[in-house]
């Protein structure tokens, strides 16, 4: 099993940076797959980037193409999604996941979630 727990949320403006952070627990970290997903009040929940356990494959949703970086330090059991120029679009409760086979891009793939951390950009 994996527990995780996500940090590093909160306020910030239009076209500002935003690190969050996704602290893992549990048996084999290093060989599971780690995804972030988000979800926007009355909205479905979506596939923000994955990284595989090699960190060789990574994987981004268009829309934060160029603008996001996930990263994984498996001797930190720690996985980060950089945000930069971060817009009013990614106001929503973001969610890091672990895949024992991905990453994948669909949430049934995905075994271990976090609570979630809420992200709010205003214009």
């Known amino acids: 099993q994996v527990q995780l727990v996500e940090s590093g949320g909160g306020l910030v403006q239009a076209g500002d940076s935003l690190r969050l952070s996704c602290a893992a627990s549990g048996r084999s970290f290093s060989s599971y797959a780690m995804g972030w997903f988000r979800q926007a009040l009355g909205k479905e929940r979506e596939f923000v980037a994955g990284?595989?356990?090699?960190?060789?494959?990574?994987y981004l949703l268009d829309s934060v193409k160029g603008r996001f970086t996930i990263s994984r330090d498996n001797a930190k059991n720690t996985v980060y999604l950089q945000m930069n120029s971060l817009n009013t679009e990614d106001t929503a409760v973001y969610y890091c996941a672990a895949d024992r086979y991905g990453p994948g891009t669909a949430l049934g793939e995905y075994d271990y979630w976090g609570q979630g951390t809420q992200v709010t950009v205003s214009s």
């Open positions: 990284k595989s356990w090699s960190g060789s494959h990574t």
